[in-house]
T-cell receptor, first 114, second 110 residues
Framework: DAMVIQNPRYQVTQFGKPVTLSCSQT?????MYWYQQKSSQAPKLLFH???????NEADTPDNFQSRRPNTSFCFLDIRSPGLGDAAMYLC?????????????FGPGTRLTVL | GEDVEQSLFLSVREGDSSVINCTYT??????LYWYKQEPGAGLQLLTY?????DMKQDQRLTVLLNKKDKHLSLRIADTQTGDSAIYFC??????????FGKGTRLSVIA
């Protein structure tokens, strides 16, 4: 089945230790998104790629970076995680231009910062 | 910026209907969505409605849209324990990415 895959599902890192979360998709969608979701809050968009074009949300901290080496993969790098970065990180994909912007979400990676 | 508001909690008895409400501020919304999130999982699209419609029905789900009042609701008929989850309303205008509400936690009592 076509899907959005996130690895790992659970990630534990230490304060200040860089961490990378990964997302892959078999849907061949041209848009990929990274969201941060804290407990009892709405998902917050960090950035998205339209093909190779990177779009950063204005309030995304510089501590967060992203890479998309090809259509299928997208990475979220947190350079120096703080305690406030502990959250669920959701990857999503869509086909922009379809009009309805339906987004397909992965299961998420729960990040714990010690 | 644009805003989407939902009540945070709803509790219903199994077999009853659930109605989850949402209000939004974007007057140029083109699509409105309902997503379901089960514990520890990503978001699953349940249904969506185009802004020129006022109702959409899909099996147990009925979406009502009052564009004048910018009010959206999701009705789940014959609610089951498997419907217990967080339901997110989201708004898309074509100019910005999806704007999500904070989610409504639905608890179904057996």
């Amino acid at each position: 089945d076509a899907m959005v895959i996130q690895n790992p599902r659970y990630q534990v890192t230490q304060f200040g230790k860089p961490v990378t979360l990964s997302c892959s998709q078999t849907l061949n969608h041209n848009v990929m998104y990274w969201y941060q979701q804290k407990s009892s809050q709405a998902p917050k968009l960090l950035f998205h790629y339209y093909d190779k074009d990177f779009n950063n949300e204005a309030d995304t901290p510089d501590n967060f970076q992203s890479r998309r080496p090809n259509t299928s993969f997208c990475f979220l790098d947190i350079r120096s995680p703080g305690l406030g970065d502990a959250a669920m990180y959701l990857c999503a994909t869509s086909t922009r231009g379809a009009g309805d912007n339906e987004q397909f979400f992965g299961p998420g990676t729960r990040l714990t910062v010690l | 910026g644009e805003d989407v508001e939902q009540s945070l909690f709803l509790s219903v008895r199994e077999g009853d209907s659930s109605v989850i409400n949402c209000t939004y501020t974007d007057s140029s919304s083109t699509y409105l969505y309902w997503y379901k999130q089960e514990p520890g999982a990503g978001l699953q699209l349940l249904t969506y409605i185009f802004s020129n419609m006022d109702m959409k029905q899909d099996q147990r789900l009925t979406v009502l849209l009052n564009k004048k009042d910018k009010h959206l609701s999701l009705r789940i008929a014959d609610t089951q324990t498997g419907d217990s989850a967080i339901y997110f309303c989201a708004d898309y205008s074509g100019n910005t990415p999806l704007v999500f509400g904070k989610g409504t936690r639905l608890s179904v009592i057996a």
